[in-house]
């Protein structure tokens, strides 16, 4: 069951529950699972209120609550753009749902939230958390914790950034699990810890080594992947103020030269002020469309999600010709930033010239459903998805309901009279 705030509903429902229904599907055969009861996925357009909901007062800083068989989460329209990505937070939640119910609520809050965590990138690899600053500093001040321990960062930190951390961390040991001992293994051991055994006792059963073992395999696996940022953070830092200052000034040439030699010490900073911006900017002074695509590729491809920053690759995409690339970038916006009457238009016309009649649809139903600023065209563009997915029943009303708001298009007009032989 998805409840919408009614303000927002008729525009977040297709996505939403399209979305729900996929994670639930893929949740029953991957957990192996059924739930014996409907899941309940309600979305606050006003943080405050989820906060209420959650709490009984307002403040709550997360995003997202599982209690039992129901989610309450923020609505995209109650956080800044580009910074949640509201697929990914159900995702996160309703493995939080089958993993608490399978085990009677008698598992570690490092597991869970690990495994959750986990299965936001295995949904698709963009979605999952980054390696952000504070996990940088973690790692090069060794302030991980061992796994029998884990659930202290998350209900005792001793630091500012631990429970940051922690999810980091407990996501990261269910990905070396899932890689070295498979998924059947994080099956297993969510069986164990529903009968009551403790973290150190799943470990050594489930996957034939010691706690401290574990934390050793574990450890040198980090490193191999995060050894080059972490070695080079420092020097990164220092090399990011030098390409604004070169980009403030408008010297372009070294904004590439030291842009270049910089972006790949830290990939995963996709944040406001990122190298990928900065180059494709610097790139796109210089005429060089071709290569500021490549920048803004790679920051898609690692997870950014400034929607101003996936339009401009978007725009620069079908400038280009590649109109297939340029709809999927939009598409994947839809993820983090649907409330954008803009996006959905651009979305809905890419769509239609691509022969995906029922996307388009879709997106200009989306359009319509933010009472947009031309009526008259936005109907008269669903009219023309209509028609062409062979539905002219359905075209006829929408050209009628463009002729009403704007009895003198002549567009409209036409078709009218086609539909009507």
């Given amino acids: ?224 992947s995060t050894k080059k940022t972490v070695d080079g953070f420092d020097d990164w830092r220092k090399g990011l103020k030098k390409v604004a200052d070169a980009y403030k000034a408008q010297d372009y040439d070294a904004v590439i030269h030291d842009g270049s030699a910089i972006r790949d010490l830290y990939p995963d900073f996709v944040e406001a002020g990122n190298v990928y911006q900065i180059l494709a900017d610097a790139y796109v002074a210089k005429g060089d469309k071709r290569a500021a695509i490549g920048e803004l590729e790679r920051y898609s491809k690692v997870g950014g999600r400034s929607p101003d920053t996936l339009k401009q690759l978007a725009t620069l995409l079908e400038e280009a010709g590649n109109r297939k690339e340029a709809a999927a970038v939009l598409d994947r916006l839809n993820y983090i930033e649907p409330i954008d009457e803009d996006l959905h238009r651009r979305l809905g016309d890419l769509w239609l010239s691509l022969g995906n009649t029922e996307g388009a649809i879709r997106e200009y139903q989306a359009v319509l459903a933010k009472s947009p600023t031309d009526p008259a065209v936005s109907h008269f563009n669903l009219a023309k998805a209509y028609r062409a997915a062979n539905r002219s029943d359905a075209a006829k009303d929408e050209v009628v309901l463009s002729l009403e708001a704007a009895p003198g298009f002549r567009p409209a007009q036409k078709m009218l009279l086609e539909l009507s032989k």
């Fill in 1 to 224: 069951m998805l409840r919408l705030h009614k303000k927002e509903a008729e525009l977040l429902h297709p996505y939403f529950e399209a979305e729900m229904l996929r994670a639930l599907n893929t949740y029953d055969k991957k957990y192996g699972y059924k739930l014996d009861r409907p899941v309940q996925v309600e979305v606050y357009p006003d943080h405050e209120d989820f906060a209420v909901r959650t709490m009984g007062m307002p403040g709550l800083g997360a995003l997202d609550v599982t209690f039992g068989y129901v989610v309450a989460m923020d609505s995209p329209s109650g956080r800044p753009p580009g910074t949640f990505h509201w697929a990914s937070t159900m995702w996160h939640e309703l493995s939080h749902v089958y993993v608490l119910n399978m085990t009677n609520f008698r598992v570690p809050r490092w597991f869970t939230e690990g495994l959750a965590v986990h299965e936001e990138t295995a949904a698709s690899p963009e979605w999952g958390d980054r390696l952000d600053p504070h996990v940088i500093i973690a790692i090069k001040d060794k302030k991980l914790l061992p796994v029998a321990e884990l659930d202290r960062g998350f209900v005792r930190p001793t630091y500012p950034a631990q429970v940051v951390v922690s999810y980091f961390e407990a996501g990261r040991m269910c990905d070396y699990i899932d890689r070295e001992w498979g998924w059947p293994k994080l099956l297993a051991m969510i069986h164990d810890f529903a009968g009551g055994a403790s973290t150190p006792e799943v470990i050594e059963k489930e996957l034939g080594v010691k706690p401290e073992q574990f934390d050793k395999g574990f450890l040198t696996d980090l490193d191999a």
